[in-house]
């Protein structure tokens, strides 16, 4: 499987509206905390935005719902994936995401046998706190090396200037939260990650 190499996470249905328009490939919805009748109609608006639009959607968390919801990616943490019905993800036909931080992590994440692989927080991140330090880039190459073809997703701090030595350390993809949503053009710096990715795609 082939990643775009601009991976987009947003909270919302109203983000997907705003950025996949402008030509984003990739999209994960991350809702936290909200209640199941939100939750649906969140993620039946952003599947219905990335259809009409080409856009690969990735559920966060919620596998019950990706199912139900006819999704087709679900992107699971490590207190996710313990509780997790592979069994029904791989029957319904899903794709699978994992997040990984340390070397215990990968393991449990390969055995999954999962579509890609996250690594995070690559720099430092002001999206959320984080027990683990910054991996860095020669963990990520690291990771890399352990997992082969599967697609390796950089996570955290990431912005335009660190992306050559993100994707020169061998990740496949590369994800971004704060430096669009935070930024005073959301649009225009979305846009801007899409002319820099290019390269890769």
Known sequence: MRL???????DSAD????????????????????????????????????????CQLVIN????????EGCHFVHLGQEDLATADLHA???????????????????TALAARPDYIALGPVYPTILKKMPWAPQGLERLSE??????????????GLNLDRLD?????????????????????PEKRARQWIEKTGQWR
Request: hydrophobic letters at 45%; aromatic letters at 8%.
């Open 89 to 107: 993800i791989r029957r319904a036909g899903l794709k699978l995401g994992l997040s990984t931080h340390d070397e215990t992590e990968l393991e």
């Open 165 to 185: 030595g993100v994707f020169s350390s061998g990740a496949d993809s590369a994800a971004v939260v704060t430096d669009i949503t935070l930024n005073s053009d």
């Open 4 to 10: 775009d190499p601009f991976y987009l996470i947003v």
């Open 61 to 68: 968390d919620y596998w019950q719902l990706t199912i139900e």
């Open 143 to 156: 990771w890399k090396r352990k997992i082969g073809e599967i697609p390796l997703v950089a996570i955290g």
């Open 15 to 54: 983000w997907i509206d705003r950025l996949v328009p402008l030509g984003v490939r990739l999209v994960q919805l991350r809702v936290k905390d909200a209640p199941d009748p939100v939750l649906r109609s969140e993620i039946r608006r952003a599947k219905e935005i990335c259809a009409a639009y080409d």
